[in-house]
């Protein structure tokens, strides 16, 4: 069956409300429906399939206990990756530990386009998953979930600076590997 854009939407406010009314049938179908998105985020910081699944279950988890607290108002998978990611987060400050006290920002230097088109999104992915962890966590949150120095600071408990550095120190990293794959790689 095809459902129209308003059909989708009307569904997706039932399955909700039937969260709120702690409706085990409805949990399950938003559980599938997300699965996927949700799991690409934490992925995104966390390589390993057990750790992943766990901090995504979390996430699903205080998203039923507090989806009371939605009000409909914008998008539910952008309420329900915002409570997956804090989810990651918690998981990162009590499983990263970070040694940085004094750091030092380098200049970030861009790599070059053409060798960056030339990478498959599961290559680059697998690049950026190699990233020592809380250089990947703070690349993660700043790249490719836009999140500013101040709030990664405040997420993960560093500084700013340290933020910086990490982010510097993670696209030092990955231009150097995307330099080495240069080699097998046609311009």
Known sequence: MVYTATEQISELEELIRGC???????QERIYKLFYSRMMAVVRR???????AEEVLNNGFLRAFQKVGQFTFQGSFEGWLRKI?????????????????KV?????????????????????????????????RA??????????????????????????????SEGRRI???????LNLHLKK
Not at 45 to 51: G, S
Not at 174 to 180: A, G, P, S
Request: charged share 30%.
């Open 20 to 26: 709120v009314r702690n409706e085990r049938h409805a």
């Open 45 to 51: 910081y966390i390589d390993q399939e057990m750790q």
């Open 84 to 100: 997956v990611f804090h989810a990651v987060s918690d998981y990162v400050k009590q499983n990263i530990k970070y040694n940085e």
């Open 103 to 135: 750091v030092l920002v380098e200049k970030d230097q861009l790599i070059h386009k053409d060798h960056a088109e030339n990478l498959y999104y599961k290559e680059l992915l697998e690049l950026v998953q190699s990233l020592p962890a809380s250089t």
């Open 138 to 167: 703070v690349f993660n949150m700043y790249v490719m979930d836009g999140f500013s120095h101040k709030e990664i600071g405040k997420s993960l408990g560093i500084s700013e600076g340290t933020s910086k550095w990490h982010l």
């Open 174 to 180: 990955l231009k150097e590997k995307i330099e080495r």
